[in-house]
């Protein structure tokens, strides 16, 4: 047998998360510094993936090596597996390299049978507490190995306490449990033909193989794909000796974090609970205690734990969530790990350790996960507003956020895939519930505290959630919830704030994020460290504001085409349009110039000193023009009903120019820059309109500084000849006017021949902005718009895709294109600039991809710019963020 | 001056075509080898280009040059340029290195004036002759370089022959032609405000800046766009002694070929005039005598011309074009070149050639331009057919055209345009005409013979002409043609059949081409020289035996889709669309399996031995489904109508369907094996459809070869996916039907992703087939139904490209990726086939370019197939076809 798959706690270390999954690479450290951790072997997740490469069967000398192992176990403990005297009880828990909360099953007081039963029993003296965890450990062990449902061991319980007439699990007595486990016993006999097991180690062996199989149920598999964890990985198993929190009122469990997960503060946070069981906590069903607390009741304890922490804290240099567990008395820890934690709060303990002296400011920029800064650039609540609060729950994690009510998860699914905005409301919320948390704009439940799974889900995802608000009845069946008399139906609309915990009747209006103190530090230590420029694709002189103060140097990507949607302009544009002639129009083209001139000289102004990238007209010439179906609908009616004919003509003329514009593949069609060929007096009007509003502020004393971008190009000579007229304007102009500007004009790369060509098409550009939207489109062959209604999910199902590509660029495919067009560029033109400017400019991910490739700079909506220049930075430190929450 | 511009004929030689012009090189090669040629010089296309360079002003040098050539000249022949008693007259012709016929300007008699006038009529002691040339002069020189119109000088002589009451310009004596030329005089003085240039010098000069400004006249540029002849090659100008042809009967000019230029057999064939200049042969205005008559007429020059066309054939191993003139007895050579010849007299003269010795079989194959075959490719009048033959003219170029009768270029354009098939009707057709020429089906022309230039044009076009109709009377005003009493309006449909000279009223079926037995030889030499296997695009048995019948060995693309159009089967296939469940779905699918395994079965026999490529479903869905704006207004026009409730139910269900299928970008969108990713029961269908009929057919003793082909594949696992299942179903046929075949699975490479990652791709497939049609769509962005209808004239137009990227393999852009995924592929996987399916599979130029990069075979349409076989044979050889047509 060559290979180890069984390791002793002693034998590892915080290195070996591969091997031993985090759980048991930190159960090892924390032994190995001395920490009191119960003993216990870590089985590696090599074991794990040789049980699928056999096809689900334990690989060859496992089962002896855990013999062997659990002897040495014993002997150090004192206690025997299975022995009637003194016997070792277990907990079996999963552990993965990367921490997926919930999504991995637990075993507890592994063990027990009827004999050892009677064993602890006599050893506690407390045979209540020991046929309590004797049930449980029936229950979970059936769930978990056996499949058996918990409803069928729920309705025993119930039976059982409504036989006795009370409410609580607690209330139940020993008799009341020893017929409970015999009626428990039935059950797994009925269900499965078979006895419950009761030799230990084929318990444990059972127990084993079934946290092998719990890697691929299906709540893993989602869990992973959300969080693009690798399939091949495979989870540890780590046997740990039983100890107990729930043998009496000496005992407790607890969570804690070393600082506040949600806000950052640097104090102890975290709840437990006497007398319980560590699921007790995390499972939300009992609403615990705030650690604080245990400084009253504990007071030993709380000192005991709270050095711990900090050990841990200054040992990991990072926040730490910890699990303790009190056995009569003494303090245990049953796993440390790096805290999972808002945005804000993981902005706050890196610019706060980089003050302590715990991390360099590399490391700080590296601790927070560029992607999870959107919840910070969320709108909130506006604090001016009026609303009406009709409950107060925990504040979970924060950002606001208004749904129509509904209360299962696969109804959330269904309406948020319809494009319905949702609030997900659940007495408590379970990995089952994870489809309806993804696709729900918000969540509120009526029970669990700060780590119960709906919360630290929320967290994860950075969804506003309010947890815990026990003021709302769910009535599942009626689909309603009560606040006191009020009755909130399915469908109404709520509003909840994570921020404070506030749950709102109705619809809120919401204001725009600020950046706070330590996020502007952050950004500040960003921008020290990251080498592309971060500019905002801005198309109004309130997006340009916006940009500027997100720490935008510049607009990369200013759209004129909204610019031509006003509702006062279409008339106009619809007449330049129909033209049928150049005069024509030319003659409507006069009139739109004074409104694109005011239009730039806004933005222009707006972003004094820096550059305005100014694409030219784009989309084809169809989208200002009525629907061509409502037009037909139109006409036949007036046929129909035989209405005025001299609408009918007009509206017949009208449809027959619609017709000529219609294309089958718009996307492909008579738009960019080809609208340009066709009719160069547009691009000419628009080129105008740009450098006499830049004259006129140049002479207002403002530093104008636009750049000229054409859309769409194919070829070097489109470009050629499109430069040529607009640089001839901008020197006609400047002459006109009797200013001084420089002339910059460059092109959108975003078509896979202008990536081929882009050594010729370089020799006429000041600059490449790579459009990555279309250049996917193209690529690939997928119309977003179709693609993302159609069939990308089932790509995405398949693994044939990772990701959507029009969300993280394309790297394998599209990225190639990118950087031929890039490489070409550059070698053809030394001093080009070169940029991105598509949706990807502001994914994480895909900046890294731009910062490799050694781009000038990314622009992104404004509300992504400080996402950008984290990325951007993180980028140049050389890795994504250290603090993953995979 | 360090260029030298100006060549005496003997310095040059035919090699010197660059810098001489093809006509000044061939005169240069015939005064050396000693023909009778007119004594001359030539100017070179260099001075041309730089006379351009400088905008349009003699280079510097150039007239001092000139005059200094000129005066070596008058020595040799013994005449004086502008001298008043024996002076030198010139002729004056453009020649470019490609010939361009009609498309240049010609002076002829230059160096008349009022002096030198009488001095000629003085030595030849014929006043009319003298004064008819003169006026000749007069009417050329200021139509070319004066740029007055023709018809100012033609009313002249139209009204001094209605003042003499003569009908032809011969009836004028000499006293009229005086009367004509100072008419002539005022007429350019009236237009132009000064006098005729009577200084022959200045006349020569002009003359000769008039010429370099011929190169870039409308219709030159034009013609060299139609027949892609860069723009910067610039003409020479040859400056020759004039000869008369018109100077009484024993003088004479003429053309003629050395072999029949419209079937390839071997004799002298050609036209003459006794006593006309020579562009009164080409320009068809009289209809001239056929040369053999001229054995007759004047058997001693015949004899002597005989031998002097048996000697340049001989020298130049190729059909001559020659034109020759007659003065006074003495024969004359003016020009030879390469003739152009329809492609059937291409082929017959490469392989008569062969078997002559002349030349060997690898010229031969370059002696055929492969793009011309097209046109013996195309189908003729059934023979066997009932219809009217209405008049007879010269079968000036073979092939059958039935069209709507339209009288002017400008009227058969626009039809052309709008997808009317038209025919030209003129009484003679000249270079204005040639955009009319180029939109229609055929030409007919009641004026003109062989060498006319409707002839030439048409034959060079491989377009269907007869010439010389003088049955039809043809009245442009009242736009109709009368033959006797038969009255044939615009947009009457006529056909005329160009290999008889058949005119014909009405439509007329038309049959199938078969290849010539030359035909055959060609093609035969072709096979042993390509290097590319040539297959064909067909989709039904009938396609495949007429691909068979062409050559090809195997399909290359046979699409599955029309078999889903048939009407018996659009309802089921509409079924399956519809289908709800998976269960519904397979259940039509069932219906479709066996009608698809009898299609398979059928092609697959027809091509037994040979591979059929098949393409599982490609286009999107909805193109199965009615047409949803139909649906709209039937809709509507029920609820105006209150129409029938149950129908409209039904139909507004049918809509939300077609609603749900809709697609903004269809070609972009859910379709190719995307729609077996959704639904891989449609694609499995297929499958086991294809080695259904396959078993079946082995059992039969068939060797049916058939291979899967994937459309639109992105991504290898995509590929891998779709090949698994393939294969899988492909095995458990073999194992149900108990017979052995290969099982091949390749993929079409048709997006920009797929070429990137074709070394991924490569790992799952036997074969790539370049879809270029797609791969043209998606790398330039253009759609193709949108571009060819909208813009992509205007990028031809202002030469931003060079041709219709859907036509000609797009090299520098699309051709890039292509060379990229063929390599890329063929890195990764060395047994894999590569081809190409698209359209281009049968384009010369782009199957140039498919040899060039390696790849293994070439498919196109069955009629295309002969053209494949032959470009592929000339690619292999080293080079397109020798005997271009530019």
């Known amino acids: 047998m060559a290979k180890k798959y069984v390791y002793l706690f002693e034998e590892g270390n915080a290195e070996m998360k591969g091997l031993l999954g985090g759980k048991g690479a930190n159960l090892a450290e924390m032994t190995n510094i001395g920490l009191p951790v119960p003993q216990g072997v870590t089985i590696t997740t090599e074991a794990c993936n040789d049980f699928y490469a056999q096809g689900s069967k334990m690989p060859e000398g496992l089962t002896e090596e855990i013999k062997e192992k659990m002897a040495i176990l014993e002997k150090k403990i004192g206690k025997k597996f299975g022995d009637t005297e003194n016997p070792l009880l277990l907990s079996i ?27 602890v029993i006599k050893a506690t003296n407390n045979e209540r507490f020991v046929l309590d965890c004797y049930r449980r450990f029936i229950q979970m062990f059936s769930g978990v190995v056996l499949s058996l ?4 061991f729920e309705s025993v319980l119930d039976a ?11 209330e139940l007595d020993a008799g009341d449990l020893k017929e409970v486990v015999e009626a428990f016993k039935n059950v797994v006999k009925r269900e499965t033909g078979m006895g419950f097991p009761t030799d230990p180690m084929e318990q444990l062996l059972l127990a084993v193989q079934a946290v092998f199989g719990s890697w691929n149920n299906q709540r893993a598999i989602v869990y992973r794909r959300l969080n693009q964890i690798p399939d091949d990985l495979g989870t540890a198993v780590n046997i740990q000796s039983m100890v107990f929190g729930n043998m009496g009122d000496d005992c407790g469990t607890g969570v804690a974090f070393t600082r506040n997960p949600s806000t950052g503060e640097n104090v102890l946070y975290g709840e437990y609970l006497i007398n319980a069981q560590g699921e007790d906590v995390v499972a939300g069903i009992r609403t615990p205690q705030p650690i604080a607390k245990l400084q009253e009741e504990m007071p030993a304890i709380y000192r005991q734990f709270a050095d711990i922490c900090n050990l ?13 567990t009190v056995e009569k008395g003494k303090l245990y820890i049953l796993q440390t790990r790096h805290g999972k934690r808002t945005a804000s709060a993981a902005i706050k303990i890196a610019v706060d350790m980089v003050g302590e002296g715990l991390i360099d400011k590399k490391e700080a920029i590296l601790r927070v996960e560029a992607g999870t800064l959107d919840q910070l650039l969320h709108r909130r609540i506006d604090p001016s507003a009026k609303f009406n609060v009709i409950a107060k729950g925990l504040p979970a994690s924060p950002g606001a956020a208004s749904g129509r009510v509904v209360f299962n998860a696969d109804e959330a699914e269904k309406l948020g895939q319809a494009g319905e905005k949702v609030l997900l409301v659940r007495t408590e919320t379970t990995p089952d519930d994870i489809h309806g948390i993804v696709a729900a704009q918000g969540i509120l439940t009526s ?15 950075g969804k506003p959630c309010v947890c815990g608000c026990e003021a709302i009845k769910i009535d599942y069946e009626a689909k309603i919830f009560a606040v006191d008399n009020l009755v909130v139906k399915e469908g109404d609309i709520v509003s909840v704030d994570g921020a404070t915990g506030q749950v709102i009747l109705g619809q809120v209006s919401m204001i725009d994020p600020k ?8 950004l500040g ?3 020290e460290i990251r080498t592309m420029a971060v500019r905002a694709n801005a198309d109004t002189p309130a997006d340009a504001v916006k940009a500027r103060e997100f720490g935008a140097a510049g607009i990369g990507l200013c759209r004129t085409e909204h610019m031509f949607m006003a509702q006062e302009r279409l008339p106009i544009v619809q007449e330049m349009i129909l033209a049928e002639t150049t005069e024509d129009r030319e003659a409507a083209l006069d009139k739109l110039l004074p409104m694109q001139q005011s239009d730039f000289y806004g933005i222009l102004k707006a972003m004094e000193g820096f550059p305005v990238y100014i694409r030219l007209l784009d989309p084809p010439l169809h989208e200002f023009l009525p629907n061509q179906e409502e037009l037909v609908v139109e006409i036949t009616e007036l046929k129909c009903t035989k209405g005025d004919k001299n609408i009918l003509k007009e509206k017949e003329e009208l449809l027959r120019k619609v017709r000529q514009l219609h294309e089958f593949n718009p996307m492909l069609g008579h738009r960019g820059c080809r609208l340009a060929v066709t009719w160069p007096e547009i691009y000419a009007m628009q080129v105008r309109a740009i450098y006499q509003a830049t004259a006129q502020l140049i002479k207002e004393g403002v530093d104008a500084q636009p750049e000229v971008m054409i859309p769409l190009v194919i070829h070097e000579k489109e470009l050629k000849m499109l430069r040529d007229q607009a640089v001839e304007i901008a020197k006609t102009v400047q002459t006109e006017q009797n200013v001084k500007y420089d002339i910059h004009v460059g092109t959108m790369i975003e078509l896979p021949r202008a990536c081929v060509t882009a050594d010729e098409i370089a020799a006429h550009a000041d600059f490449f902005s790579f459009g990555t939207n279309d250049l996917t489109q193209t690529t690939l062959g997928f119309s977003r718009d179709d693609a993302e209604g159609k069939f990308l999910q089932d790509y995405i199902n398949k693994k044939i895709l990772a990701d959507n590509p029009f969300v993280v660029l394309d790297q394998g495919g599209v990225g190639k294109l990118v950087k031929m067009g890039s490489d070409l560029g550059r070698q053809a033109n030394p001093k080009l600039s070169v940029g991105i400017c598509g949706e990807h400019g502001g994914e994480p991910t895909s900046i890294g991809f731009c ?3 050694g781009m000038d700079y990314v622009s992104c909506s404004p509300y992504r710019v400080p996402i950008a220049r984290l990325a951007a930075a993180q980028a140049a430190a050389g890795g994504e963020s250290s603090v993953s929450t995979k």
Chains 1, 2 share one sequence.
């Open 851 to 853: 910062h490799k490739i």
């Open 447 to 461: 029970r669990g505290g700060m780590t119960s799974h709906a919360a630290v889900v929320a967290r994860g995802m």
């Open 149 to 152: 449902e918990h409803h069928k």
């Open 312 to 324: 841990l804290e200054q040992h990991y240099k990072n926040m730490q969530d910890i699990e303790f």
């Open 160 to 170: 059982q306490k409504a036989k006795r007439g009370v409410h609580y699990d607690t």
């Open 515 to 522: 950046l706070s103190a330590e996020f502007q530090s952050l």
């Open 93 to 119: 828990r999963s552990g993965a390299k990367f921490s997926m909360p919930g999504m991995m099953d637990t075993i507890l007081n592994l063990g027990l049978n009827d004999q050892t039963c009677q064993a």
């Open 525 to 527: 230590l960003a921008d």
